[in-house]
């Protein structure tokens, strides 16, 4: 198993960076892909986005100060990746980011590779109905199991802020879960 710094150097070398980027995509892609997945939703949708995210981090590793965990850093980028498809998505459709996910969840109990039951469909379609912050700390505390620590690094934010979000989070899906 190969360390951060020795994958990191490796991705920065020209003799190495191919072999390290397979190493790296191995790693990290089942983990990116439920990050991505939790906050696309679609299976297809998220493998575009994730496609996305891995040439962003291959185009600009060379970028990559070491401020945060190399984790962190494409935590990040899948983040902003999928905000991003997510607010293309509204923009073509001419809706709000909030009905591009309320649609998306609509149509998980028809995609195959979705393997949630009711309960799970239920859960997904409250937490769609949370504002997008809110929606990104439970996917990553909830789904994930991310400690406060990580999400700070990934979401550059408080811890306080981050549990803050997570208990509101929280409380907005019991309350739905208990109305519908």
């Not at 575009?48 to 990559?64: G, M, S």
């Not at 709000?96 to 239920?122: C, R």
């Not at 789904?143 to 997570?166: D, N, P, V």
């Amino acid at each position: 198993m190969i360390d951060e710094t020795q994958l990191l150097e490796q991705l920065k070398s020209e003799t190495h960076k191919e072999q390290a980027f397979k190493a790296l995509i191995t790693l990290y892609k089942e983990r990116l892909y439920w990050h991505i997945r939790n906050m696309v939703k679609s299976h297809d949708d998220t493998d575009d986005v994730l496609q996305n995210t891995f040439i962003k981090i291959y185009n600009n590793i060379h970028n990559f100060k070491g401020d945060s965990k190399l984790f962190s850093w494409m935590y990040r980028i899948a983040t902003n990746e999928a905000i991003t498809f997510i607010n293309q998505q509204a923009k073509r459709f001419q809706v709000t980011s909030e009905e591009v996910l309320a649609l998306a969840v609509n149509k998980l109990s028809a995609d195959v590779y979705f393997e949630g039951d009711a309960i799970q469909l239920k859960l997904q379609k409250a937490i769609a109905m949370l504002p997008e912050k809110q929606q990104l700390v439970f996917n990553m505390r909830y789904f994930q199991e991310l400690k406060y620590s990580e999400m700070c690094e990934i979401l550059e934010t408080s811890e306080g802020a981050l549990k803050a979000s997570y208990h509101i989070a929280v409380k907005k899906i019991e309350a739905y879960l208990t109305e519908n």
